[in-house]
């Protein structure tokens, strides 16, 4: 805990607001704001000159800077590591405090908020308004129950002309016994996914957006985008469908009356607008008078409910029985108990596909979420109620309508005879009722198999079934356009999609999103002018039943990647439960209508490959994120369990880039062959004090992921703080990667400023490479005529990491102290977003090559990996009209064996280089001007020590070791003028090559100064117009010819 220092002060009473300018206010000279007065202080403390209450309520009477749990410290949380609202950071308690006049007052919890928790409701973590001058207080949003809110909302969308006009006939044909089942069937899937949806819900803090809000933050916004969009579309045509439905038997009525508006196809379009129009007005009077048009709907079906079954109990009439309603008769019952198929849609699944939609509609309460009190407690209680209710009504509806009505009736009142009569035959006979004919014939206009309208003709008051019809439909329709616009807004707002913004703004209290009602009034329009809506249907069944097998699916997910995030309050699901739920909503959209299904998953495929190919930029901490870490973790450990092979090899770089925006044209080379193919990790070293330097670390560490994803790198960026280059770069070399995913290959770019720069930093650049050999390490040094450093370019700080100050005449950053490479301490830090924004440097790396060569100098055998880099290289697009070529050194006189040699070994390599070529001239002497040009670069590193003992050339060398002595000039004589010789040679074959990859000499560690190593790369690659590639493997195979 870091406590406070306690001044000799009287008791202090204090109040107002707890800030860390308070606690240095004694550090200052001065008193704080909170003036001493006698009468209280905690018991547990001194006293200060810190407010006792204060003290009592932000702690338990303790006297520190750190806080008690409350909720304001966790609403409105981010990522991983931002500071929380109220909370203090790691730094105001373990750094030495430091008044910052700038710093945001910390807000205290008040005494009533002493318990961690919010003072009312879940906003109540926010500075309220009231009691501030100059503000006008918000009015409070329409919030809703559960049983408001959901239950009567989802019941009443459950519910529908299905439950009115088709349920009898479907009883008649399966049976009630398997009516009862395909009812179960049907209700087993939704309650499943009501138990999905009650697990996600309650699984964080729910806002608006409902099911396209909990699909997309838990799968993702690929997934969560294609069904948002193509849930609210479904949701806007689906009003058109219900507004038809009633604008249908409205219509059948008016025909029946012989009022006619128009025609009857023209009527249906008519009073379909007309009430389209009307349900559009009592959306837009508010969430307030949509939900008492609901109760009211709702009413209306419980009455005509009450209504059915006090028809039940009534004795029959005359007329009734001539239409096969006898009231409760076991006989009837047991003939309506088994299955008596009929016509085309004769068949289990036939009937199944048609009564499966009226069990849809689960998701009408979750669709609102925004507008519920509390959705966690809402959504799974009123979802599973209604649904529970619901399957009672049709099991209810399906036996007692099956134990009153038999299956085939006239009409006809004259059908009446004497109990017993001779040549009667079916079940009405026993009830004195004669059928037989029309049965024989199938002329029957009534009974369970012929009347759609059964329920109305056995109702109390047939009426009052019509207003049932009505209830239904209107509520259905209403419910659909509330919910298209309320999920339509959130995906508005979240910027998945282009154009579609302008729909995402809210109005009033409750932020409307009227626009968005508009835009589906507009879609419902223009569905209910086609008035033919059977094609358009199945479409949209299959639209919903995605969203269940995706629901049902997410909580699966979730489930299996064991995130610690995942802990939802309601524990009455199954995660088995929730993949069979969602692979039978799969296989119910195939079973309904095959072509639809096929179309449904075709629009999801588009939308998804949408949002992946565009890859929006948000993160809400979705399943697939955790799976992502599970199968990385998972094959990274089942990695560890193999052992290399040769055939496996990959070239894992590590890439000393320092600022990875700094060197685009090493990263690029790089990035280029092991794209898709193996590890890239960008290191960077920040020299100076921890410190200083953390916070620069912390800061900038993410803009350079950024930019590297904005240069479609597939790289990782990783940073150390050392107190020099070299420490540093030893650091990366032996912390860096997981398991055996660790770099194989330590990428640098040359030193141009060897000859200028401070021996100690020549020392360290040699050095490196020395400790990447020690380490088992391949190197790969990246020479480009116009240098790699492009950090003048950019007007940013040179960092001294590598490569500090090319041209030191320029080396005056905007952070580096003028005249040097070091970072000026006090200048302020490039702002990530600033960083990953930035205009993007091209390369030659870039740039599709064309037909040049990429030439190959396999002096000496490294292993291989001075063919395969290039190798790969010349697989990728840009590279690959690029002829490669292969010089190898040889005799004059043996030219053509060893060229036959070189040939087989690379033929068995399979690398596809046919082009070898022998230089024979390799050890000839080099010209006198290049001779002197190579003694002049070395001159001013020579001890010049002459012919004096070696224990005088010790002492000399005492404090600079990177000089050369005249013994080892002589004694490195031959290998010097080799390099000079090379680049005679490099200069006439390879001047107009794309690329040049060579394997550069190696310099004996202890034996060779770093100044005579420099000089030897410099005169190897000077003066080539280029990129320059001096790859040294680790004398290790990377590459076989076997297959085992």
């Known amino acids: 805990m870091a406590e406070l220092p306690i001044p000799d002060l009287p008791p202090a009473r204090c109040s107002g607001r707890f800030t ?108 309220e308004a009231e009691g501030e001058p100059g503000r006008d207080s918000v009015p409070e949003p329409v919030r809703f129950g559960w049983v408001k809110g959901v239950m009567i909302r989802c019941m009443l969308n459950i519910w529908g002309v299905i439950l009115y006009l088709r349920l009898p006939w479907i009883t008649a044909q399966a049976g009630i016994a398997l009516t009862w089942l395909i009812i179960l069937m049907s209700v087993t899937v939704t309650t499943i996914t009501g138990l999905s ?32 969009l193509i849930f609210a579309f479904a949701n806007a ?78 004795p029959a009439t005359a007329e009734k029985q001539a239409k096969g309603f006898f009231s409760y008769r076991a006989d009837i019952f047991a003939q309506n108990f088994v299955p008596n198929w009929r016509g085309p849609e004769g068949s289990f699944f036939g009937l199944f596909s048609i009564f499966f939609p009226s069990a849809t509609g689960i998701l009408a309460g979750a669709n609102i979420s925004g507008d519920l009190k509390d959705p966690a407690v809402a959504i799974p209680k009123g979802t599973l109620m209604a649904i529970f209710w619901t ?103 979240d910027q998945l999609y282009p154009l579609i913004g302008f729909f995402g703004k809210g109005y009033g209290r409750n932020s409307e999103p009227i626009r968005g009602y508009m835009l589906t009034y507009v879609i419902a329009v223009g569905f209910i002018l086609i008035a033919e809506l059977n094609a358009i249907a199945p479409i949209i069944s299959n639209f919903f039943l995605c969203s269940y097998a995706l629901i049902n699916f997410s909580c699966f997910h979730a489930s299996i990647t064991n995130s610690p995030g995942w802990r939802p309050s309601f524990r009455y699901y199954s995660k088995w439960a929730a993949l069979f739920g969602a692979a039978v909503s799969v296989v119910i959209m195939f079973l309904l209508t095959w072509w639809a299904a096929l179309i449904a998953f075709g629009i999801v495929l588009f939308l998804l490959g949408y949002v992946l190919y565009k890859k929006p930029d948000v993160n809400w901490g979705s399943s ?193 102290a003028p005249g040097t490479g070091r970072l000026d301490p006090l200048a302020p830090a490039v702002d990530p977003t600033t960083l990953a924004s930035e205009q993007q ?62 040939v087989s070994l690379l033929s068995k390599f399979r690398l596809g280089f046919h082009e070898v070529h022998i230089l024979p001239d390799i050890n000839q002497k080099p010209r006198p001007e290049h001779i002197k040009r190579f003694d002049d670069l070395i001159a001013p590193f020579r001890l010049n020590d002459g012919f004096k003992d070696e224990a005088t050339v010790n002492e000399m060398r005492q404090g600079c070791p990177w000089k050369i002595s005249d013994e080892e000039v002589d004694k490195n004589r031959a290998k010097s003028l080799r390099q000079v010789r090379l680049n005679e040679i490099l200069l006439d074959y390879s001047r107009d090559a794309a690329l040049i990859a060579i394997t550069p000499p190696i310099g004996r560690k202890g034996r060779c100064p770093s100044s005579l190593y420099m000089a030897w790369l410099e005169t190897l690659s000077q003066d080539l117009r280029p990129p320059i590639i001096l790859t040294r493997g680790n004398q290790e195979n990377v590459l076989t010819f076997y297959c085992q």
């Not at 405090?97 to 710093?103: E, S, T, V």
Request: charged share 20%; aromatic share 8%; net charge positive.
């Open 197 to 228: 949806i009650s697990a996600i819900s309650t699984n964080g803090k729910v806002k608006s957006g409902g099911t396209y809000f909990l699909i997309s933050r838990s799968l993702g916004p690929e997934l969560g985008g294609s069904i948002g």
């Open 624 to 816: 697939m994120q955790a799976s992502s870490y599970n199968m990385a973790l998972n094959y990274s450990v089942g990695l560890s369990e193999v052992d290399e092979h040769i055939k496996n090899y990959r070239p894992q770089c590590l890439v000393l880039t320092g600022p990875p925006n700094f060197r685009p044209a090493l990263v690029d080379f790089v990035g280029t062959f092991t794209k898709n193919l193996s590890l890239m990790l960008c290191g960077n070293v920040l020299i100076g004090p921890q410190k200083q330097k953390m916070p620069e670390s912390r800061l900038m560490a993410d803009g350079h992921t950024k930019w590297l994803m904005k240069r479609k790198i597939k790289a990782f960026y990783t940073d150390v703080v050392a107190e020099d280059l070299r420490s540093g770069v030893q650091m990366l070399i032996q912390a860096a990667g997981l398991g055996k995913m660790r770099p194989n290959i330590l990428v640098l770019g040359y030193k141009r400023d060897w000859r200028t720069a401070s021996p100690q930093s020549l020392e360290d650049y040699v050095g490196i490479l020395h400790d990447a050999f020690d380490f088992k390490y391949g190197v790969c040094l990246m020479r480009m005529k116009e240098g790699l450093n492009v950090s003048r370019v950019l007007q940013a700080h040179v960092n001294p990491t590598f490569e500090a100050a090319e041209h030191p005449e320029n080396g005056t950053g905007s952070r580096a």
């Open 841 to 902: 440097a091209s390369t030659i790396f870039q740039n599709k090559q064309g037909k040049k060569t990429i030439d190959i100098y396999w002096l000496f055998d490294d292993g291989g990996l001075t063919l395969l880099i290039p190798y790969l290289l010349g697989r990728k697009k840009r590279w690959g009209k690029c002829k490669i070529r292969v010089f190898v050194g040889g005799q004059i006189n043996r030219m053509d064996e060893e060229r036959k040699a070189i």
């Open 391 to 493: 399957t009672m009504s049709y099991l209810v509806l399906s036996a007692t309508i099956g134990a009153c009505v038999v299956r085939d009736a006239s009409g006809s009142l004259n059908d009446s005879v004497a109990v017993g009569s001779l040549g009667c035959e079916g079940l009405a006979c026993s009830f004195g009722w004669n059928f037989t004919a029309c049965t024989q014939q199938r002329s029957c206009r009534y009974g369970l198999s012929n009347y759609y309208q059964s329920m109305s003709m056995v109702s109390g008051f047939g009426p009052l079934i019509t207003a049932g019809i009505f209830g239904a439909t209107l509520s259905s329709a209403l419910a659909c356009l509330v919910s298209a616009p309320k999920v339509f807004q959130c995906l508005c707002k």
């Open 20 to 127: 860390i300018s308070t606690l240095l206010g004694m550090e200052e000279g001065g008193r704080g704001p909170y003036t001493p007065t006698e009468g209280s202080s905690c018991d547990s403390v001194q006293p200060t000159h810190l407010s006792s209450s204060t003290l009592c309520t932000r702690t338990f009477g303790y006297n520190t800077v750190d806080v008690v749990p409350a909720y304001e410290h966790y609403a409105d949380s981010k990522g991983v590591g931002e500071p929380r609202k109220g909370r203090p950071s790691l730094a105001d308690l373990h750094s030495i405090l430091k008044p910052d006049p700038g710093r945001l007052r910390t807000p205290v919890s008040d005494l009533q908020q002493s318990n961690g928790l919010p003072e009312a409701g879940p906003e109540a973590g926010l500075e």
């Open 237 to 314: 045509v689906a009003v058109a469908m219900h507004t038809v439905g009633f604008a249908e038997t409205v219509r059948d009525l008016l025909q029946e009356h012989n009022s006619l508006i128009v025609d009857p196809t023209n009527d249906i379009r008519i009073i379909g607008v007309i009430t389209v129009t009307v349900l559009l007005g009592i959306s837009l009077a508010g969430m307030e008078w949509e939900a008492k048009a609901q109760i009211l709907f709702f009413l209306v079906i419980l009455v005509s409910f009450i209504n059915y079954l006090v028809g039940t109990v009534i």
